[in-house]
């Protein structure tokens, strides 16, 4: 069983700027890829970005390339995701999940991640 923590959520203007963590414990072995999901009211449930646990490789939703850097500390079995210059349309429930996959890195779809966090809210005032 891996279980994940997510942190950092909060309130913040346009223009500004977030750090989302996310912790890993328990079977830290099966990771392959990990990610960040977010989920607005009434929406469906869309991926953000995913990065390959071994090699740092990742990948950008095109909502958010540029503006969003995902990374992670494999020594803290931790993932970050650092959010500049958010938007109101970024305002949303954020999720970090993990997978053994290896495809899901560059093909993230949330079916192909089998563990989830609770969920942190994002909030992004105009």
């Known amino acids: 069983q891996l279980h994940l923590v997510e942190s950092g959520g909060g309130l913040v203007q346009a223009g500004g700027s977030l750090r989302l963590s996310c912790a890993a414990s328990?079977?830290?072995?099966?990771?392959?890829?990990m990610g960040w999901f977010r989920q607005a009211p009434g929406k469906e449930r869309e991926f953000v970005a995913t990065?390959?646990?071994?090699?740092?490789?990742?990948f950008y939703a095109d909502s958010v390339k540029g503006r969003f850097t995902i990374s992670r500390d494999n020594a803290k079995n931790s993932v970050y995701l650092q959010m500049n210059s958010l938007r109101p349309e970024d305002t949303a429930v954020y999720y970090c999940a993990s997978t053994n996959r290896l495809d899901a890195t560059s093909n993230p779809a949330p079916a192909k991640f089998t563990s989830w966090g609770q969920g942190t809210q994002v909030t992004v005032s105009s």
């Open positions: 328990g079977r830290i072995f099966s990771i392959s890829t």
């Open positions: 990065i390959r646990w071994g090699l740092g490789t990742t």
